[in-house]
């Protein structure tokens, strides 16, 4: 398989509780994205980084997300105590290039469909 | 604020038709705007991708079209297929060099036999 994986594709969730989303990027990517989708919307930009540093995190909606590359290939995006309003699909993506953007093609993948009840 | 608005936000078409998806778009410097596929349950795939200096681009039945005058970008479908069913997702990028992508709401696009 040479595309972007996601674990788990689906988690459900208490309220309160704490979740982890796996990415996995096309080997080699320099570049990685989290976007939140919410049913019937666009994604919307979470996080990017560059190999392992994280140079943007503007988008992240509050200080229960957290996101690490730390050897700048998998990534994980972690939850904590989970809210109602969290429940969204969680798609990463990865491009080759340093400067992702312009005429880089960003690669999705499937998503992680998270449910918080 | 940099918005991409799309319309219509779903469309039903029998297979066989051709329909158009319309994408408007405020980002400004702009630098090139994406026409994505996604499958249900499925992420993104990119269809087709255009400078301000392109007014067309075709992939297979797909044919997308800008322009950066009025802001405005098309995606024709021709002859439509039972898997064309998916949402269509117009996404605009800033000046050359950002990474931000900015994502419209999507069309819904249903195709009946």
């Known amino acids: 398989g040479a595309g972007v994986s996601q674990s788990p594709r689906y988690k459900v969730a208490k309220r309160g509780q704490d979740v982890a989303l796996r990415c996995d990027p096309i080997s080699g990517h320099v570049s990685l994205f989290w976007y939140q989708q919410a049913l019937g919307q666009g994604p919307e930009f979470l996080t990017y980084?560059?190999?392992?540093?994280?140079?943007?995190k503007s988008g992240l909606p509050s200080d229960r997300f957290f996101a690490e590359r730390p050897e700048g290939s998998v990534s994980t995006l972690k939850i904590q105590r989970t809210q109602q309003e969290d429940s969204a699909v969680y798609l990463c993506a990865s491009s080759p290039n340093s400067r992702a953007g312009s005429y880089n093609e960003q690669f999705f993948g499937p998503g992680t469909r998270l449910t918080v009840l | 604020k940099n918005q991409v608005e799309q319309s219509p936000q779903s469309l039903i078409i029998l297979e066989g038709k051709n329909c158009t998806l319309q994408?408007?778009?405020?980002?400004?410097?702009?630098?090139?705007l994406r026409w994505y596929k996604q499958d249900t349950g499925r992420g993104p795939v990119s269809l087709t991708i255009m400078t301000f200096s392109e007014n067309t681009k075709s992939n297979g039945r797909y044919t997308a079209t800008l322009d950066a005058d009025t802001k405005q970008s098309s995606l024709h479908i021709t002859a439509s297929q039972l898997s064309d069913s998916a949402s269509y997702i117009c996404v605009v990028s800033a000046i050359s060099g950002t990474y931000k992508y900015i994502f419209g709401t999507g069309t819904r696009l249903k195709v009946l036999a």
């Open positions: 994408c408007n778009y405020t980002v400004s410097p702009f630098s090139n």
């Open positions: 980084f560059q190999n392992e540093a994280q140079l943007d």
